[in-house]
């Protein structure tokens, strides 16, 4: 079935970085879009970035253009969100997630905590 293992999230001061990884299992990894969202306190889930299988074409939230680098290593089946001049607004749950044939699996969470 689908797994993944996402990790890298911690506590951070403003202006530090993170680098988060998603360990996919299940399914074909380099044949699909990967897509990572964030879900803050008390507000709903929101897309951060998606990038394409073979890893040229990105998308990013126009809240994190210029900070977060979203990649993909298709022979480590992983996922990867280099965050970089985080702010408290960045504090979240951040998922990872996949769409087969319709339905949508997503990883347990690694939470992002950004404070002083």
């Known amino acids: 079935q689908v797994q993944f293992v996402e990790s890298g999230g911690g506590l951070v001061p403003p202006g530090g970085s993170l680098r988060l990884s998603c360990t996919a299992s299940?399914?074909?990894?380099?044949?699909?879009t990967m897509w990572w969202y964030r879900q803050p306190p008390g507000k709903e889930r929101e897309l951060v970035a998606?990038?394409?299988?073979?890893?040229?074409?990105?998308n990013y939230a126009d809240s994190v253009k210029g900070r977060f680098t979203i990649s993909r290593d298709n022979a480590k089946n992983t996922l990867y969100l280099e965050m970089n001049s985080l702010k408290p607004e960045d504090t979240a749950m951040y998922f990872c997630?996949?769409?087969?044939?319709?339905?949508?699996?997503w990883g347990q969470g690694t939470q992002v905590t950004v404070s002083s």
């Open positions: 299940g399914f074909t990894f380099s044949s699909y």
């Open positions: 998606n990038i394409y299988p073979a890893g040229g074409d990105t």
């Open positions: 997630n996949v769409i087969l044939f319709g339905k949508t699996y």
